[in-house]
């Protein structure tokens, strides 16, 4: 992806140098283990996986390896080019963008939705309006889960601003009060609001594939990454099975038609993943 080198967003609220509550870094067997307890018991384990309490000042100034500093300049320049892009879509049909700020972190961090260790993976916290990502999960995507390239980073920070587009025009409230006036339905409803976000991700890809700011293969990184991350994939990988009546984002063939489609038709009307049937 063509990308300024030395970039710096306003948006991006740097936190790698906190002290305080120190999670498990993310690695292949937490993963593995909080997958496999999510899938069998039904039980979320990745937010207990933080380690003690700690008060949470900063104990010293983030340091950066100069690839790690690429990787801050590159996702900062992506983080205003999706929002640029989600301005001008909102502005075009007489909304107001409110723009999300970047949290990045290392093994562990609190938000508005609580205390997050690294091994759940990026994600979105409606609460504070913030997208929170510790930069060690982008090469877990590229070594563990066989996603590498800029633009399958990219994806990922699109599908996640992607939940703050979700919340600014109400998405998030209308489907978790649904969800909880429909239990059985918290499933379905979960995946469709994922798969949103990945066609999201894709309205941002179409914008940038018009303004030519796309290398031979970034599409293709961009499917592989969401393909990656589908429940089919992640269960099989974790437990030897798929059980599609567990799944909460969608599989791998959903996630990447999905994005796809947001990339082929560039409109935010494209992505009512809940006005069709099965998504």
Sequence with gaps: MKWQRGYKSDQVEDRRGQGGRRGVP???????LGLAA?????QDIFGLLGGGVGDGAPSAPAT???????RVEFISFVLDDVQANWKALFSAEGKRYEAAKLVLFRDG??????????????????????????????DDLKRRFGAPGDFAQAYVLAHE???HVQ?????????????????????ALSIKLELQADCYAGV????????????KGDIKEGLDAAAAIGD????????????????????????????????????????????????
């Design 64 to 70: 950066s390896s100069p690839e790690e500093q690429e």
């Design 26 to 32: 993310l690695t292949l067997g937490t993963l593995v």
């Design 161 to 163: 601003i992607g939940h």
């Design 204 to 215: 941002w890809a179409h914008s940038t594939k018009k303004r030519d700011l796309l290398d």
């Design 109 to 138: 961090v609190s938000s508005a939705c609580g205390y997050q260790g690294s091994a759940v993976g990026p994600f979105y916290c409606p609460g504070d309006k913030k997208a929170y990502i510790d930069l060690s999960f982008y």
């Design 232 to 279: 089919d994939r992640l269960q099989k990988g974790a437990t030897g099975e798929v059980h599609p009546e567990r799944w909460t984002h969608g599989s791998s063939e959903q996630r990447m038609r999905w994005f796809k489609k947001g990339l082929d038709l560039g409109t935010i009307a494209a992505c009512d993943t809940f006005a069709v049937g099965e998504p």
């Design 167 to 187: 919340n600014l025009l109400g998405d998030n409230r209308r489907i978790h009060e649904q969800q909880r006036a429909n239990p059985d339905q918290k499933n």
């Design 38 to 42: 999510y899938f069998l018991l039904g």
